[in-house]
């Protein structure tokens, strides 16, 4: 009854309130996808406002069948129950007519000022017919629960053998847990539910609130209430964010952070032939754990090989520390600032612009060895990315080997499969999401001619930064994936074409690191400082860039290296284009939540921002002890990196909520 209830909801506002088959247009296989899994959302919460029932029904003695008192309190539990739903749906409808967008828990802010938001739905809405319906559909339900009731607990009770109870238990048992679970769980070692990103797999706003149940959306935003940015702030370090980032035409009231960049003079592209673009992502990889980086136990000759061989970026960080800030950073261009669990999760800052898009001519994938919801990634790849292949569990021919899905070797497979069949006047950009660098660190059984090395000592291991041969062995499996991964793509023949980009999404643990300078684990930047390589032997002549590079800069710089103009929201910069503030300078942070860490970092220099307390301290990243406060040696470059520290973080957390065509069409 409860999930009938929602459904009927569910089509009350596909026909009364969605733009759907009014102004926005959708095709009938995405919306019976959508459809379907909104009805699947309306059975989870159905389930979960059952289950008091279903506990009341299984207890031994004290239960519905037996006890009238009991039958009166899950009366009065469901009138609750229902009231609160119908009158929970209206609200939702209301919202969605006033601003085109399904209740969140930023419509809290009504509350502020009550009189005013009680008097405009007075004027604005028929109130007293809307109170009518609500009663009659609260009585309705009612009616038919006591009905139900009357046919079923008050008859006499079947004669039931106890296998037969114990098997209907079983039944229920897992019936309940795959209606709550949303899906069957194609992997039993990383089963992931139903979550509310699956919705946004249109790139259409409207289409993807036809998925949502906006009860759950509501509790699941409600995680995000806190106040997302400081205005006043914001405006107060524009100039010096602004000049950071070259806006043409400054304007700290609109806060514009627009740039147009035309084809740059750096474009590879030969006679209009666009250059491929492969972007991997090494999982857990952190700068200690390459030879490049003079690791003692050399357990990357591939990776060291493509260092030596093309664009090497030995001072490159990401934001903050974790795959999923990595993932949402590298694509949006924003470090992930968020406080309360990461970006990708926030329901509020799904829709963003990314610099992706600007390659129009390019066919767009994504590759990953287990399920793209995780972290609610798929709402941020396929909500903002329309026009992107998707390859994750369940769609590859290789069998699964872990929780994360199949192997990286296996992964690499795939992708060149894919690759391959591509069309030669057809260029692609393609990102590769690795795993297997992580716990439980599998070697598979197919593994090509890989050969475990457990020849060091845990003495030997230690000093090298590792914690196990496990974790020794897992860097030389990724290292020798990449080869292999290199060697396929010449035999399919796209390599010498192709511009192959690397990079860590930050470090596993590590143990010790003398062959790093002191400042890698002084200043807790062993999480931040991964390795970063661009590489093209038929495009692009070795070159090492010592400035500061951030994560935010890959997608920026690429859209320079095959020469197409682009408009550019975020904060990431072309590495070609000449730094307005002289030496590179990125941003960095080691903490999160709520007590972040925030950081500037130049080649040399680091300051460090407690941001909660306001306590600043520069570090000279070349001395023996990297852990002192020099700002009295440096004033000026202490308040310049000050500056620019307080307005990276403050500017982020702006643009995480005004990085779409709504707020620049404002």
Do not use: C
Not at 337 to 353: D, G, K, M, P, Y
Not at 492 to 506: A, C, K, L, Q
Not at 530 to 556: C, N, T, W
């Amino acid at each position: 009854m409860f999930w009938l209830l929602m459904a009927t909801l569910r089509v009350t506002f596909l026909l009364g309130f969605s733009e759907v088959g009014d102004t926005v247009q959708a095709s009938i296989a995405d919306l019976a996808k959508v459809l379907y899994i909104g009805f699947k959302f309306d059975l989870r919460l159905a389930l979960i406002l059952t289950l008091p029932l279903i506990l009341l029904a299984y207890l031994p003695w004290v239960n519905l069948a037996r006890l009238s008192l009991v039958r009166k309190l899950a009366f009065g539990y469901l009138l609750l129950a229902v009231s609160g739903l119908v009158v929970f749906y209206v609200f939702d409808f209301g919202h969605y007519a006033y601003l085109g967008v399904r209740i969140n828990s930023t419509a809290l802010r009504f509350l502020e000022d009550f009189a005013i938001s009680r008097d405009m739905v007075w004027e604005s809405y028929p109130v007293v017919w809307i109170t009518v319906a609500v009663l009659a559909t609260i009585a309705a339900f009612m009616y038919g629960y006591s009905r139900l009731v009357h046919s079923t607990l008050l008859q006499d009770p079947p004669s039931i053998r106890i296998p037969a109870r114990i098997g209907g238990g079983v039944v229920i048992f897992f019936a309940v847990l795959l209606g709550l679970l949303g899906r069957w769980p194609g992997n039993i070692e990383n089963p992931v539910p139903l979550r509310w990103s699956d919705a946004f797999f249109s790139g259409s706003t409207p289409i993807s609130s036809l998925g949502l149940n906006p009860v759950l959306y509501f509790f699941v935003s409600s995680e995000y209430s806190e106040s997302p940015y400081e205005l006043e702030e914001v405006k107060r370090y524009y100039p010096a964010i602004s000049q950071y980032l070259g806006v043409e035409q400054p304007d700290s009231e609109r806060l514009n952070y627009v740039r147009q960049f035309p084809a740059s003079e750096h474009s590879v592209s030969d006679k209009g032939r666009k250059p491929n673009v492969v972007l991997i992502m090494l999982e857990s990889l952190g700068a200690s754990r390459l030879g490049v980086y003079n690791n003692p136990l050399t357990p990357s000759p591939n990776l060291d090989h493509i260092a030596r061989n093309g664009w090497f970026m030995p001072n490159f960080y990401v934001p903050v520390s974790g795959t999923a800030r990595t993932v949402f950073a590298s694509l949006t261009g924003l470090p992930d600032v968020t406080r309360v669990n990461t970006a990708s999760r926030n329901t509020l800052i799904t829709e963003q612009l990314m610099i992706i898009n600007e390659f129009k001519d390019y066919q767009k994938h994504y590759l990953i060895g287990g399920s793209l919801g995780w972290a609610n990634m798929s709402a941020v790849i396929n909500h903002n990315i329309p026009d992107i292949h998707i390859s994750e569990e369940g769609s590859f021919s290789s069998p699964n080997v872990d929780v994360w899905g199949i192997s990286d070797l296996d992964l690499f497979k795939e992708s060149d499969k894919v690759f391959r069949q591509l069309p030669d006047e057809q260029p692609f950009l393609a990102i590769i999401q690795t795993a297997g660098n992580h716990r439980p660190f599998t070697i598979p059984d197919n593994n090509d001619d890989f050969v475990v090395d457990n020849s060091h000592s845990d003495e030997a291991l230690s000093k090298a930064g590792f914690r196990s041969a496990a974790q020794y062995n897992a860097v030389r499996l990724l290292d020798y994936n990449i080869g292999r991964f290199m060697e396929m793509a010449k035999e399919s023949g796209y390599f010498d074409n192709t511009i192959f980009v690397f990079y860590g999404d930050h470090n596993n643990r590590i143990t010790e690191t003398p062959h790093m300078k002191p400042f890698y684990e002084a200043l807790d930047l062993d999480g931040l400082h991964v390795p970063h390589m661009i590489y093209a032997p038929k495009l692009l002549q070795p070159r090492v860039i010592e400035g500061a590079v951030s994560l935010v800069d890959v997608f920026p710089t690429l859209a320079g290296l095959v020469g197409i103009p682009y408009r550019n929201t975020t904060l990431g910069r072309d590495i070609n284009r000449p730094a307005p503030e002289g030496e590179r300078v990125v941003y960095t942070q080691t903490s999160h939540k709520t007590t972040p860490v925030i950081g500037a970092i130049t080649k040399d220099y680091m300051l460090r921002i407690d941001y909660n307390n306001d306590v600043i301290k520069l570090h000279d990243l070349n001395s023996d002890t990297p852990a002192e406060d020099v700002s009295g040696q440096h004033p000026e470059k202490a308040e310049k990196l000050t500056q620019l520290a307080k307005g990276f973080y403050e500017t982020t957390r702006y643009l995480l909520h005004h990085n779409n065509e709504r707020s620049l069409a404002q």
